[in-house]
């Protein structure tokens, strides 16, 4: 290859390769609204026949032969069953007009709804019968680019759960119509994080240096679960105040709320001495880094287990910028989790 056109050479291969994954979601997205449409026809085919039951089962049995015959594989009658539930669900069911804006671009089925992912994100959001949960994890998926896998991880750990329960009543409905929206500190600290993925036992066997090298080697990860707009700056930053050295164990900025967010991670049960701790590293963040035109800094201490009667007291009344947050390294079910997050809020309201 003449060296001196292999850029204009990998240039022309990028070009293609782009164009290649651009068509293949195109077609994805095509069968969906085809799935939709045929779902839709089976089911107003279905309301003609006399004695409903036994004519829809060989209805639709006739048309997976017809349609198999003619197509091959992938119209099975399960299939067309899955595609008749897709059209149930989402006949009348319109998603939040933020996301519809976003993807103007996209063609409108029968029923006015706009589709934005792939059959197989469908198939695990048509499982979700709370319509405002289901409307959150596909303004999400869409929104953040999730893979069917991070979605339903996300699912699993109750992502949904655990930001209605830290929202007040309006944002929790925005919740259904944009997703998770981020303008203040509060929206975006959960509690708790969920974070499995790290590999590490229920029981803080560990130390926290180690729980913090798991997190850098699982970086992706966790920014996926601290959500949108989280960049990593560093872990161990040093700074050096009155001669003495401090070390922030993990750094990072939103670029939604243009503020240096920092992590100090504990292995055990929270004190108050971390919350004054931490008050230190954002008065010297806010004092000594952040530009002029930058938000306040905010700090975030990831915990196994705290007390919030304490975190209260520690905590100025008009709190904004420091927060505690426990985490856990096992996924839990997803009652248990609910039952977690309900504990939380009575001690909250208590």
């Known amino acids: 290859m003449n060296e001196e056109n292999k850029g204009f050479f990998q240039e022309v291969s990028a070009l293609l390769d782009t164009a290649k994954k651009q068509a293949k979601t195109a077609v994805n997205l095509s069968m969906v609204y085809a799935y939709y449409e045929i779902g839709r026809m089976i089911r107003e085919q279905e309301q003609q026949g006399a004695d409903r039951a036994p004519y829809g089962e060989r209805l639709l049995s006739e048309l997976s032969e017809h349609l198999s015959a003619q197509f091959g594989k992938g119209f099975s009658v399960t299939n067309l069953k899955q595609m008749r539930q897709f059209y149930l669900a989402y006949g009348e069911d319109q998603i939040g007009q933020t996301l519809s ?18 059959w197989s994100h469908y198939l695990k959001l048509m499982r979700i019968p709370n319509i405002d949960e289901r409307h959150f994890y596909e303004i999400e998926a869409a929104k953040n680019n999730w893979s069917v896998a991070e979605m339903k991880r996300q699912f699993n750990s109750a992502l949904y759960e655990r930001l209605a329960i830290s929202s ?19 929206d975006a600290v959960k509690d708790p994080y969920v974070l499995e993925f790290l590999g590490l036992p229920e029981l803080p066997v560990y130390s926290e240096s180690e729980l913090e090298t798991r997190i850098i080697d699982h970086l992706q990860q966790f920014l996926l679960e601290l959500g949108t707009g989280f960049a990593f700056i560093g872990r161990q930053v040093r700074f050096t105040f009155e001669e003495e050295h401090f070390r922030v164990d993990l750094v990072f900025y939103n670029r939604l709320l243009r503020c240096f ?7 055990g049960e929270l004190k108050h001495q971390d919350i004054g701790q931490m008050q230190m590293y954002v008065n010297y963040y806010d004092r000594k880094v952040k530009l002029e035109e930058e938000n306040p800094t905010i700090g975030i201490i990831l915990c196994k287990d705290k007390n919030n009667a304490v975190v209260e007291m520690t905590l100025p009344e008009n709190n904004t910028q420091i927060f505690a947050s426990q985490y856990q390294t096992v996924l839990p079910s997803k009652e248990e989790l609910q039952k977690l997050l309900e504990e939380q809020s009575l001690e909250t309201e208590d």
């Open 168 to 186: 007040d009543k309006e944002k929790m409905a925005r919740l259904a119509v944009e997703g998770q929206v981020i303008e203040t500190a509060e």
């Open 261 to 267: 967010v920092l992590f100090d991670l504990k292995i």
């Open 101 to 118: 804006d976003q993807f103007k671009h996209l063609p409108v089925s029968s029923s006015g709804r706009r589709f934005f992912l792939s």
